[in-house]
């Protein structure tokens, strides 16, 4: 079965300054990869994924993250982080026999300070 | 494009009732997923449909029931609430046709079982 960790319940980074959000990833075979925000009383929307090719995806908002197969991971970056990016952020793997389903992280949250 | 909706945002029921969550995909969307919110398990999948019929089922009991209509929009039902069941609940639309597709979730319902 696929499962997904994100070992960091909080990450704390000043505004500025370059941020890192980490997820690893265990799944058969090939690996669809998700990052989703969640703000306060709302939904998550979608920031980015990997599918295939290129190992550096770049989403919405200035964020981006690298696909690394050998060490199973899929972390989140963003070369300069806003006060507005503080939020819940997820990461989720599909795999090649669920349908449409996710398997999300515990979730990290990110605060980001003035 | 209009996004995800759920109705209603928020319930409040006690012990021992039924509750009918509804939500309405994207146009176009033939896919819709349920996923249950807690503090204390996370994001958890309920179960997905597609094409008026369910296609993958978390690990839920049997309490937990969904349905699709014809236009996509579907709802989710749960019956002899128990206080474990408050949580946020969310739908998420997809094309569906594909493992690499991306789900756009709904803004939720809070509902709390007193």
């Known amino acids: 079965a696929q499962s997904v960790a994100q070992p960091e319940d909080q990450v704390n980074v000043a505004e500025g300054n370059p941020l890192t959000v980490k997820c690893t990833y265990s799944?058969?075979?090939?690996?669809?990869l998700f990052w989703y925000v969640q703000y306060p009383n709302r939904g998550l929307q979608f920031l980015l994924k990997y599918i295939t090719g290129d190992n550096l995806v770049k989403g919405s908002y200035g964020f981006e993250a690298e696909f690394n197969k050998s060490q199973t991971s899929f972390h989140l970056k963003k070369p300069s982080a806003l006060v507005s990016d503080s939020a819940l952020y997820f990461c989720a793997v599909r795999d090649h026999t669920g349908f449409q389903k996710l398997v999300f992280g515990t979730g990290t949250r990110l605060l980001v300070s003035p | 494009k209009a996004g995800v909706t759920q109705t209603p945002r928020y319930l409040i029921k006690t012990r021992g009732q039924q509750v009918t969550l509804s939500c309405s995909p994207i146009?176009?969307?033939?896919?819709v997923s349920w996923y249950q919110q807690t503090p204390g398990q996370g994001l958890q999948f309920l179960f997905e449909y597609f094409s008026e019929t369910q296609r993958n089922k978390g690990n839920f009991p049997g309490r937990f029931s969904g349905r699709q209509f014809s236009n996509s929009r579907s709802e989710m039902n749960v019956s002899t609430l128990e206080l474990g069941d408050s949580a946020l609940y969310l739908c998420?639309?997809?094309?569906?046709?594909?493992?690499?597709?991306?789900?756009?979730f709904g803004p939720g319902t809070r509902l709390t079982v007193l």
């Open positions: 799944v058969s075979g090939n690996p669809y």
């Open positions: 146009s176009g969307h033939r896919s």
């Open positions: 998420a639309s997809s094309p569906g046709g594909t493992g690499t597709d991306t789900q756009y």
